[in-house]
């Protein structure tokens, strides 16, 4: 049985090919698309569940690499879906659940570990809040995806990332299924001139939010540098074409918050290498904000002066960062911003619930903040802020369990960079890097509960966990 299992592993990709091969052939002889669409997914969904059932990770790297190739699909009843990634991480979850229930084997390291023990503590905060919420069926079934994120992208993760090496792996699937995805906004983009206008849509139908776009392309370009610093010759030339094609790609993803959150790691990686005290570098942000306080009144009438706007030249596009007054970005970010404060103060404790604050937040919008794109139907968009989201959706508490997860990660992180003992400090270095852009991103957006940023968040924070691990048991050796 052993020599059968190892002889199909070995031919799987082969298998594979031989099973597309078919399709095109039957998709040539028939100009029926049903048939077409059948034949192709029915091969498809055969080779995913083969190449499950011998090899559980080949899977998982499936799963990866579809991430960013998938596409919102919305159902006329229940919540929507992103198909196929969702689709391929439930399948696993549950085939590891069945596995977990017949082996019952816990790796109790992984659970005692901060970083997890906080990831836990996030979760149960939002089942608590969930049945607290306005609207409970809302919260539940966010939870129930979130559990499916931390099932997959942390704890899987952490169990593939016993071998280190897989971690660069992971993130090399998810780069090379973004690659088509940046080829399609280049053509799109392409037909009207690369304009910043066009830049809204142009990453359609893989990435809804050209902000979500721009956030994936940031956290990636540290492991993609990473790469080139690693690799030699012709694997060294590629990644060079490949962050050549990503710098492009953040630069016309006309995301504001992307090229800040680039800017801010290049600043953090200059102060980890020059060994720069955590202490001195709080002191200067304390002084900076003591100092914008003191400067209010001036810095507010500035920004009201402001009238540069986003959707204009490049110029214009940094310039309206400040203008909070006619571009209606800015604007309803205030507005967004507002919302959520208000709605916090109205239930601290335990927030409107998961997932709750586009269904709540209508009422509490004032005139003077309402811009051309608000809305009382509560029909679209969040708090544009990850913060201020957990405040009003999840109260105190659950901004606090967020707030201290960041930190343990930031601190491990650290650790990790500055442990001689540790082989690992370039990759540690990237996954702290990756992550600071995504808390970057958490000030001005709110990505939290999307499957192509919080794969990549999870992850990361796996692969630190796991090295931190590996530290650990090498110690004991």
Not at 33 to 49: D, E, H, K, P, S
Not at 53 to 69: A, R, V
Request: proline letters at 2%; aromatic letters at 16%.
């Amino acid at each position: 049985m052993n020599k059968v299992k190892t002889y199909i592993q070995k031919n799987l990709t082969f298998s594979i090919i031989l099973l597309l091969i078919v399709f095109i052939n039957l998709a040539l002889l028939s100009s029926n698309t049903m048939i077409i669409g059948v034949t192709f997914y029915g091969i498809l969904g055969m080779a995913l569940l083969f190449s499950l059932i011998i090899n559980k990770e080949i899977f998982f790297g499936i799963t990866i690499f579809f991430i960013p190739l998938s596409f919102i699909l919305e159902q006329s009843a229940g919540p929507s879906i992103s198909f196929p990634s969702e689709l391929l991480a439930g399948i696993l979850l549950l085939y590891l659940s069945f596995n977990f229930i017949l082996n019952e084997k816990i790796d109790f390291t992984i659970w005692k570990h901060p970083v997890t023990i906080l990831i836990l503590l996030d979760f149960f905060w939002m089942v608590i809040t969930s049945i607290m919420s306005s609207m409970p069926l809302v919260s539940f079934k966010r939870t129930l995806i979130k559990l499916l994120y931390i099932s997959i992208y942390y704890f899987y993760s952490i169990s593939v990332f016993k071998k280190i090496e897989n971690i660069s792996k992971l993130f090399v699937l998810y780069i090379l299924g973004l690659i088509y995805p940046i080829i399609s906004s280049f053509v799109f983009h392409n037909k009207y001139n690369f304009s910043i206008g066009a830049a809204y849509k142009m990453t359609l139908p893989f990435y809804n939010d050209h902000t979500i776009y721009g956030a994936c392309l940031a956290f990636l370009l540290p492991f993609i540098v990473l790469f080139i610093i690693e690799n030699k010759k012709t694997a060294k030339f590629f990644w060079i074409l490949i962050i050549t094609v990503f710098i492009v790609a953040t630069f016309l993803s006309y995301s504001r918050a992307s090229w800040l959150s680039l800017v801010f790691i290049f600043l953090l990686y200059l102060a980890i290498h020059f060994k720069i005290k955590m202490q001195f570098i709080i002191i200067v942000l304390v002084s900076i904000s003591l100092a914008g306080y003191f400067s209010y009144n001036t810095i507010k009438t500035k920004f009201q002066n402001n009238k540069s706007v986003s959707n204009k030249d490049v110029g214009q596009h940094l310039e309206s960062m400040g203008n909070i007054k006619s571009d209606a970005s800015n604007a309803e970010r205030l507005n967004r911003w507002y919302c959520a404060w208000q709605m916090f103060l109205d239930k601290p404790l335990f927030g409107f619930g998961p997932g709750t604050y586009q269904f709540n937040y209508g009422p509490y919008q004032i005139k003077e903040l309402v811009t051309r794109i608000s809305t009382y139907k509560g029909d679209k968009g969040n708090a544009h802020s990850d913060y201020l989201g957990y405040l009003c959706e999840t109260g105190l508490i659950g901004l606090l369990i967020y707030l201290s997860l960041i930190y343990s990660t930031m601190k491990l992180g650290l650790k990790n960079i500055y442990n001689k003992d540790n082989q690992y400090n370039n990759l540690s270095m990237v996954l702290l890097l990756s992550l600071t852009t995504f808390f970057i991103h958490g000030f001005f957006n709110s990505f939290i509960d999307i499957d192509k940023t919080m794969m990549l968040v999870l992850c990361a924070m796996a692969g630190l966990v796991a090295i931190d691990l590996k530290n650990k048991e090498l110690l004991k050796t």
